[in-house]
């Protein structure tokens, strides 16, 4: 359904653009496909360096201390986690450190092996664990400490001072994930 929905939204924007002036129409797609294949090309360099970093990070054992910086409060976000299944734990802390750093490019297959560990402990596999549904909250809102994608696009698109965001983004995404943690706790209480 939610196909159909995109469908007729870009099919009548396209349509309409076209009919009331399709010259600009013409130049508008040209334009913005060329400008985003540089900015696609721009953020693959970027995404290569921070992907390789984090790599880095993990052989050189730096992970480790993120690891240990982090498992208390993933302790507490996910108890008795550790003793059912410590990779699933690892896993999500990696996932957390890199996004923590503005790398969800990074961040995405240390998603995908938590989850695929925490599917091994489900004991519903038709239904998302408690464990699965607090690591999505969390990832979905996680803290940005450096914002590293979102600079990079500041900076290619000439912003006059592309790191100015970090605090904000510190505060924003801090904020969003404390009610993320609320309404998880709330909602859980309600239909569980």
Not at 48 to 65: D, V
């Amino acid at each position: 359904m939610i196909n159909l929905i995109w469908f007729f939204m870009i099919f009548i924007g396209i349509i309409t653009s076209f009919l009331y002036n399709p010259i600009d129409f013409s130049t508008i797609i040209a334009q913005s496909a060329e400008s985003t294949v540089k900015l696609c090309i721009s953020l693959l360099g970027i995404m290569a360096i921070w992907s390789g970093i984090m790599k880095l990070c993990e052989k050189s054992g730096l992970i480790k201390i993120f690891y240990a910086v982090l498992k208390l409060p993933m302790k507490i976000l996910f108890p008795k986690l550790e003793y059912k299944n410590e990779r699933a734990l690892y896993y999500i802390v990696m996932n957390l450190a890199s996004n923590m750093l503005g790398l969800s490019n990074a961040a995405t297959p240390f998603g995908i092996k938590a989850m695929e560990e925490l599917q091994r402990i489900n004991t519903n596999k038709d239904t998302a664990s408690d464990y699965m549904v607090k690591f999505i909250i969390i990832n979905s809102a996680c803290i940005q400490l450096i914002p590293a994608t979102v600079i990079s696009i500041r900076a290619n698109l000439g912003a006059t001072s592309p790191s100015s965001i970090v605090i904000p983004t510190i505060i924003t995404s801090a904020i969003t994930l404390i009610i993320a943690l609320v309404l998880e706790k709330v909602f859980r209480r309600w239909f569980i």
